[in-house]
């Protein structure tokens, strides 16, 4: 019986959370999407002159997406 009321939980929270894209929910995607513009911002900031701009931004990108998996990670096992 336990079972079930932890199997009603999780969809439950399944459900609270619409995919944006197949398996990627809204607090994901909007992490990847920090980090994605991140990623083009220092590569454009590298290639146009700016290389040590570029290259502090870059660093930013693993922060992103390390700061997403520790608050996404966080809620989803709640």
């Given at each position: 019986?336990?079972?079930?009321?932890?199997?009603?939980r999780?969809?439950a929270?399944?459900?609270?959370?619409?995919?944006?894209?197949?398996?990627?929910?809204?607090?994901?995607?909007?992490?990847l999407?920090?980090?994605?513009?991140?990623?083009?911002?220092?590569?454009?900031?590298?290639?146009?002159?700016?290389?040590?701009?570029?290259?502090?931004?870059?660093?930013?990108?693993?922060?992103?997406?390390?700061?997403?998996?520790?608050?996404?990670?966080?809620?989803?096992n709640?």
């Amino acid at each position: 019986m336990n079972v079930r009321v932890e199997t009603a939980r999780a969809e439950a929270r399944v459900m609270r959370s619409p995919d944006v894209i197949p398996g990627v929910n809204r607090p994901k995607a909007l992490f990847l999407m920090a980090a994605g513009i991140s990623f083009l911002l220092s590569v454009s900031l590298f290639f146009m002159g700016s290389r040590e701009q570029g290259i502090f931004v870059g660093i930013w990108v693993p922060s992103i997406l390390s700061a997403g998996a520790l608050l996404i990670g966080r809620n989803e096992n709640e």
